[in-house]
Nanobody, 124 residues
Framework: VQLQASGGGLVQAGGSLRLSCAASGGAFTNYVMGWFRQAPGKEREFVATINSSGVRKNYADSVKGRFTISRNNAKRTVDLQMDSLKREDTAVYYC??????????????????WGQGTLVTVSS
C-alpha cells in the first residue's frame, strides 16, 4: 500500500487542522492505520491509531481529548482532526499502515508502510 499524507500547515496555538492520508494499492480494510509525529531533535512518537473496522481507537496521552482519528474505508482514507493545538504539537506527522491485523498498535516498529510526512507548525 502507498500512503500520501496532506493537510499540514501553519496554525496559531488554540487553532485546528485536519490531516488526511490517502491509501492506494492493497485492500485498505486489511490495514490498521496510525499517525505518528517527529519533532525537531526528537524521536518519532505515537499519536493515534485506529483498527481496521474503525471501531477501536487509541491515543497518546498528550493528544487525548484534542485529536480525533477516523477512517473511511470506502474512500481509503484516514484522517486526524487536531483541535486546541499547542506549540508542542509542532512536528512532521506521518501516517502509517500495519498489515494483517485487526488490532490497533501504538508501536511504530509494527507498521510496515509509511507516508512521506506533512509538517504541522503551531505558533504562539
Amino acid at each position: 500500500v502507498q500512503l500520501q499524507a496532506s493537510g499540514g500547515g501553519l496554525v496559531q496555538a488554540g487553532g485546528s487542522l485536519r490531516l488526511s492520508c490517502a491509501a492506494s494499492g492493497g485492500a485498505f480494510t486489511n490495514y490498521v492505520m496510525g499517525w505518528f509525529r517527529q519533532a525537531p531533535g526528537k524521536e518519532r512518537e505515537f499519536v493515534a491509531t485506529i483498527n481496521s473496522s474503525g471501531v477501536r481507537k487509541n491515543y497518546a496521552d498528550s493528544v487525548k481529548g484534542r485529536f480525533t482519528i477516523s477512517r473511511n474505508n470506502a474512500k481509503r482514507t484516514v484522517d486526524l482532526q487536531m483541535d486546541s493545538l499547542k506549540r508542542e504539537d509542532t512536528a512532521v506527522y506521518y501516517c502509517a499502515a500495519r498489515y494483517g491485523s485487526s488490532f490497533y498498535s501504538r508501536e511504530a516498529r509494527e507498521y510496515g508502510y509509511w507516508g512521506q510526512g506533512t509538517l504541522v507548525t503551531v505558533s504562539s
